[in-house]
């Protein structure tokens, strides 16, 4: 690697592409858009303190406490496991790929009262709230609206509910994780989770376990593919979107290690989710981590983008010639499945021409019960297959306009904070979180993310840690179980 090294900076043309990048990097930094893109100020801050949703949340918890208090609730709850928020929280967080649908909303409820009892013990105690928090409550609100003026109401309440407990749990989530400790622990179950889940998909694939759906891939255009991995979350794609999250996690975790033999397990653990990722047959997916490497990388050190051709190039010699054909097809409208894509699309922006305001509600019941009336070509779907085009479906325009908000606001928070970062494995952290979030958004533009609970869930659960990670530097070393 030394040798490697010299090679690279005895070369003129190197030592020019790092002189660019050098002179790039600092006009970008003194530039007026990214010096207030990077310093949200106070005065964000203080708006949030000053928000209605603030003010209700501060007086819900005045009355909790005073509740806890007038009822000796110290009594009863004194050394109760229920103490343990930061073990109630993370267990669904890390069980959620591998546990029902319905096993995790069980444990998240639970996780979130446990958080409101130590909020009524302990008025000191880091509230629910956060950067993003007033955004997340204000979706929440939207979306439990839309449900019960969703066009067929008995079918959008389950769905609904249960997005709106998924969304709220993250504030519990945020709560429950209060120092580094903690913190690191959540991450490396994650990761551990991750890896589990790409083993089962991995022998899934070896040995032809499971169902396989003839919509998963076009077999005129790809002969050769007759199986694609789905592990435990029971959809190639959707599998292909936790990757997206999780990978990440495994590359900071890996470059944050101490010792070979820590290293060399996190290097096995990314391996595992890399193959399992490949074996997806994905192509949203291949194209959102490649996004969320390239992040990774400039976000770290900008000018390790410079490789990016020469990995590129090694890619394209070892990576297998099916997997070469399904990633060159993306974008050709001769694929079914990209046909199939564009249909729906086109059929549901004629539908939100006259839904646009408050959508038709949560749920595949309710989109199909208005959507047939409109799809092209009598092409059937359950949802729009595409994640932001199925918000304004479920919740209409403002669901859509405070989700993008909150995105802003998250991504604009991890900016300021890697800016500012000294502290290796919690820049590493904000990292992975960052650019996880970017390939799980590219690639909700060709897929409805959310159309399996447990990755939404898992969604907003790796929001709420990425906050809690830029902060990571300011929390006290701590113990896991405190």
């Not at 993370?90 to 546990?99: E, I, T």
């Not at 639970?110 to 909020?119: I, N, Q, Y």
């Not at 179950?189 to 891939?217: E, N």
Request: one cysteine or more.
């Amino acid at each position: 690697m030394e040798h490697a090294r010299d090679i690279l900076n005895a070369s003129r043309v190197w030592q020019a592409l790092m002189a660019l990048c050098v002179w790039c990097g600092a006009q970008w930094r003194a530039s007026g858009l990214a010096q207030w893109f990077l310093h949200p100020g106070s005065r964000g801050r203080a708006a949030a303190e000053h928000s209605v949703f603030y003010r209700l949340w501060t007086l819900f918890r005045d009355g909790l406490s005073w509740l806890y208090d007038k009822l000796r609730l110290e009594r009863l709850f004194a050394g109760s496991v229920f103490g343990k928020t930061w073990f109630w929280c993370v267990l669904p967080a890390a069980l959620a790929p591998l546990a029902p649908t319905m096993a995790v909303l069980g444990l998240s409820l639970v996780g979130f009262c446990a958080v409101l009892l130590a909020l009524a013990r302990d008025r000191a105690r880091r509230s629910l709230w956060n950067p993003t928090g007033r955004y997340v409550m204000l979706y929440a609100a939207i979306y439990l609206a839309a449900t019960f003026v969703s066009v067929d109401l008995k079918s959008s309440l389950n769905p609904g509910l249960l997005t709106v407990a998924f969304i709220l749990f993250s504030l519990a989530l945020y709560s429950a994780v209060t120092n580094r400790r903690q913190l690191d622990v959540a991450v490396t179950l994650l990761v551990l989770a991750g890896a589990a889940v790409s083993v089962y998909g991995i022998l899934q694939y070896v040995f032809r376990w499971g169902y396989q759906s003839a919509a998963w891939v076009d077999s005129d255009m790809f002969s050769s593919i007759s199986f694609r991995a789905s592990s435990t979350l029971e959809n190639p794609n959707m599998l292909g979107q936790y990757l997206l999250l999780i990978i990440p996690l495994g590359g900071a975790k890996l470059l944050a290690a101490k010792g070979w033999w820590s290293r060399l397990f996190y290097l096995a653990c990314c391996g595992l989710m890399c193959a399992c990722m490949l074996l997806t047959m994905s192509r949203g997916a291949w194209l959102g981590l490649l996004a969320a490497g390239a992040v990774f990388f400039v976000m770290l050190n900008a000018r390790l983008l410079l490789l990016a051709p020469a990995a590129l190039a090694v890619m394209w010699l070892v990576l297998p010639a099916t997997v070469l054909t399904r990633f060159t097809s993306i974008g050709n409208l001769g694929d079914a499945s990209s046909s199939y894509r564009m249909y729906i699309w086109l059929g549901t922006l004629d539908m939100l021409r006259d839904y646009w305001l408050c959508g038709i509600g949560p749920g595949n019941e309710a989109f199909n019960a208005v959507y047939a009336k409109y799809s092209f070509s009598a092409v059937t779907a359950p949802h729009s297959h595409n994640l932001y085009l199925q918000i304004m479906c479920d919740a209409g325009v403002a669901a859509l306009v405070v989700f993008l908000i909150l995105l802003f606001v998250y991504f604009r928070t991890m900016g300021s904070a890697v800016s500012r970062e000294k502290d290796w494995t919690s820049r590493l952290y904000q990292t992975a979180f960052t650019s996880g979030m970017v390939g799980f958004l590219l690639q909700a533009m060709t897929d409805f993310s959310f159309y399996n609970y447990r990755v939404l869930f898992l969604f907003w659960a790796c929001l709420a840690l990425g906050i809690a990670s830029a902060h990571r530097s300011q929390m006290p070393e701590g113990r896991a179980m405190a």
